[in-house]
């Protein structure tokens, strides 16, 4: 067992200084483009610089190539890659599992990890990635040690998780929010944060109070540290702390947290964390924090609901607001830093203030001792409005200038904080040059030998002596180095000047520094020519398109009685329940049509019953995760169908799935309908099944909404099972309630309120070849079900124009219907393909 890394986030050049200074074993970062934080990162330019500086402190670096690539843009994804690989890149972090498969024919040398957005949760995932090219797995933040262990001892790929920072409320990789309500995807860096959005809450349709608790789709922040003896001891190979858009100061502060961490867990001491350095680490960034799934589930904790940003410490609570002052009772909690002059804080409101209104708060001006114990509070003119701040808010510092100060020796160093050991090896003979080899590291070590350049002399006086050749090397202040160990030889009593020895010295540890910094050769492909390679030659061009199937999904028996009477092609059964499926899978198969079950979109270790009962219904199983696809592929099922959670999102991707036995699949929600025609001209039409109407699921969550609204119960074993009894909505600021199911692993699935239909795009994919087309239904009742699929079935049938078809559709929903994700951007189809 290997120590693990401690792996930091990097935004920009200042946060991958502190990262290093701080301790990092490894940094990673993203370019300005192909990076699921488009925000922030370093050029392709800088790269080079990036790398140098990252090796010559003896940091790994690695880059995060971590979104969905589309089919135009493989090209430029391979040109970029080699740079990449060119400029030094220790590794890969990749989502797109055709990227991998590129990544690894292209620059074989560079490893590649596969990101969490990867949606990997089982030993059948991390399997299957390595046959993807990936050494590294980056494991899903909703597991818990417990399940790592599992996966730990299932696999021997390197394993990577997250112990620090925030947390996504879906399962990364499979959000599409922001693709539902903005045309932004998540998947390709473009969140828009929807989860830290507030929602009211609607219980059978009828609204349902939530107090203070109204962002409840806004996670707390992970926070791992005192959880790091048992975490060093699962045989991980790296520990991820997330925050790519946060500062310095965080990078620094969290870095530090979790090296000392570490180090101590490694070498099996206690851990010496002390009150201060936690409030620090809530200090510097923090919605509130906690272990959450790390040490098992609790829907409870995990969302408190108060506030979706920054909040800080918890210091006070107001006791009685005065005429230019208040009265606040301290926090134990906050004892070791508590509230002084010049902090800044924010006043809590949220038991009686709206979410839309903004916060109160400002620096403090004084804090002075008052009666009781209390602190008496006051602020500069007019800097707090007291008429909105009200007994019983909470006090929180969002500011504490001791922190920047503590953080500067960090973030701002005279001369590295972090050094290298290096050897010498001197040999001082009269008549023979000074030879000084430098050595740093283990074998393979990196040397460099400088040398005087005339002979030495026989000393006069005093000679060269280890005490003072040792004081004269050892003057390393601006370097990255310390003298770990000398071994002199001498002969005679040879004479060195001083200036001699600083000379020598400067010009090893510049020599040390650039062989350092020098990447690796590589024998990368040609791009162009390694994709043309793995891209398949284009169909023939069907003589006469194939006639159009409909297939229905189904989530309710009311809805599977409605699609029977419709006479679909096949129909798929997505119940909450899976061992109540048998007898609806022989019900639709007794009507001689196709059945279908759907898969849960998430397969953890402790789940292998469901791996069990999919084998043996004896139907074609929709897969949804790669686990189940790893684990279903070599059954003897009649049939398996890829669906939009695979994240086909361009040929390479597709092809590898569909290499993996898939009789068809559908795209990922990321592509427009001008991407799916594309997709199937450069493809077999007829392997694709295109969603032509449904709600888009826009957040798929551990985290269950029932279990922590309508129980006092923490998991599935004590919350009384509320999602078999109701129906549950979140309704947004525009008013419009979005459906949450639960599924048999009791996550939940937001959907989205407006139906997305595909009435304009169907004649386009029909002159493409496209002919598998899918219906899906969350709440709609039996009559909206077989609305939809008649007027479906006719337009498909030529007696309903697409026009017509649209209009009919918005009169059938309820909250209406939208192009959704299918929406195509003006002059967006002149984009070539590669």
């Known amino acids: 067992m290997m120590k693990p890394e401690v792996m930091s986030p990097a935004g920009y050049w200042p946060q991958l200084q502190a990262a290093i200074e701080a301790g990092a074993d490894a940094v990673y970062f993203g370019l300005k483009h192909f990076s699921a934080r488009a925000k922030v990162g370093f050029t392709l330019e800088e790269l080079p610089e990036v790398m140098r500086t990252l090796h010559q402190r003896r940091v790994k670096g690695y880059v995060t190539f971590n979104t969905l690539m589309f089919d135009h843009e493989l090209l430029q994804a391979a040109r970029v890659a080699l740079a990449i690989a060119e400029a030094g890149a220790d590794a890969f972090i990749v989502q797109d599992v055709g990227i991998a498969r590129l990544l690894q024919q292209l620059v074989p040398e560079i490893e590649v990890h596969g990101s969490t957005q990867m949606s990997i949760t089982s030993a059948e995932g991390v399997e299957l990635a390595r046959q993807f090219g990936v050494s590294r797995v980056v494991l899903a933040r909703e597991l818990s040690l417990k399940e790592i262990a599992a996966i730990r001892a299932a696999t021997t790929l390197e394993l990577e998780m997250f112990v620090h920072g925030a947390l996504c409320v879906s399962y990364s990789g499979q959000c599409f929010s922001s693709e539902a309500w903005g045309g932004r995807s998540a998947n390709r860096g473009q969140c828009a944060q929807a989860c830290r959005l507030p929602y009211d809450l609607l219980v059978d349709g009828a609204p349902r109070p939530l107090g203070e608790a109204r962002y409840l789709l806004s996670p707390g922040d992970l926070y791992a540290l005192h959880e790091m003896p048992a975490i060093v001891q699962l045989g991980v190979s790296a520990l991820k702390i997330e925050g790519r858009y946060k500062d310095a100061a965080y990078v620094a502060l969290t870095t530090a947290a979790y090296r000392k961490a570490v180090d101590e867990a490694w070498a099996g001491l206690p851990l010496s964390i002390t009150p201060y350095e936690d409030l620090q680490l809530t200090q510097v960034y923090s919605r509130g924090m906690g272990p959450y799934f790390l040490t098992g589930t609790d829907h409870q904790a995990v969302v408190r609901g108060r506030a979706p940003r920054h909040r800080g410490v918890l210091v006070a609570r107001v006791v009685k607001v005065l005429t230019e002052s208040i009265l606040a009772e301290l926090d134990p909690a906050a004892a070791a830093s508590p509230l002084k002059p010049g902090d800044g804080i924010v006043f809590d409101a949220a038991a009686w203030r709206s979410p839309e209104e903004p916060e109160e708060g400002g620096r403090v001006y004084h804090a002075y001792p008052a009666l009781h114990g209390l602190v008496e509070l006051e602020f500069g003119y007019d800097a707090v409005d007291l008429r909105r701040i009200r007994p019983g808010d909470l006090i929180w510092r969002t500011l504490d200038p001791e922190l920047e100060r503590a953080v500067r020796p960090l973030t701002q160093p005279a001369s590295p904080v972090r050094r290298q050991p290096v050897v010498v090896h001197a040999v001082a003979q009269v008549g023979e040059p000074l030879v000084l080899t430098w050595q740093h590291g283990e074998l393979p070590a990196l040397r460099v030998t400088v040398r005087s350049p005339e002979p030495l002399a026989a000393a006069e006086r005093r000679g060269l002596t280890e005490a003072l050749l040792h004081e004269q090397l050892g003057r390393l202040g601006t370097t990255p180095y310390y003298l770990a160990a000398l071994n002199y030889v001498a002969e005679g009593n040879p004479f060195v000047a001083n200036s001699l020895l600083n000379q020598l010295r400067r010009e090893a540890t510049d020599l040390l520094a650039e062989l350092q910094g020098q990447p690796a050769p590589i024998r990368g492909g040609d791009p162009a020519a390694v994709l043309a390679q793995m891209t398949p030659s284009r169909p023939v061009a069907h003589a006469a398109v194939a006639s159009p199937t409909l297939h229905l999904l189904v989530r309710t028996a009311e809805q599977l009685e409605a699609a029977l009477a419709a006479r679909p092609a096949s129909i798929t059964l997505d119940y909450l329940e899976l061992y109540g499926l048998r007898p609806a899978v022989e019900q639709v198969q007794a009507a001689g049509i196709e059945a279908r079950v759907a898969s849960p979109r998430v397969l953890k270790p402790d789940e292998q019953r469901i791996v069990h009962f999919l084998r043996k219904l004896d139907c074609t199983i929709l897969v949804r995760s790669t686990g189940l696809l790893h684990a279903l592929r070599e059954a003897a099922i009649p049939r398996l169908v890829g669906d939009f959670s695979l994240n086909a999102a361009n040929m390479l991707t597709a092809q590898t799935m569909l290499e993996l036995g898939l009789a068809r699949l559908t795209p990922t929600y990321d592509l427009n309908a001008d991407q799916i025609a594309k997709l199937a001209a450069e493809l077999d039409p007829d392997l694709l099944e295109i969603v032509a109407y449904q709600h888009l699921p826009i957040f798929h969550t551990e985290h269950c909404v029932f279990c922590r609204f309508l129980s006092n119960g923490t998991s599935y074993k ?93 009169q059938i929903t309820p909250q209406g219907t939208t192009e959704g994700s299918l929406f195509v951007p003006d002059g967006y189809a002149t984009i070539p393909l590669m």
């Open 718 to 810: 004590d919350c009384g099972h509320p999602c078999e009894t109701h129906r549950i909505a979140l309704r947004d600021q525009q008013g419009r309630a979005h459906p949450v199911m639960a599924d048999v692993g009791c996550r939940n699935t937001v959907f989205n309120a407006e139906a997305q239909e595909a009435s304009r795009h169907l004649a386009a994919w029909r002159t493409a070849g496209l002919r598998h087309f899918r219906l899906e239904f969350v709440h709609e009742r039996g009559e909206e079900v077989a609305r939809v699929t008649d007027a479906f079935q006719a337009t498909l049938a030529g007696t309903m124009t697409p026009a017509d078809l649209g209009r009919h559709l918005q």
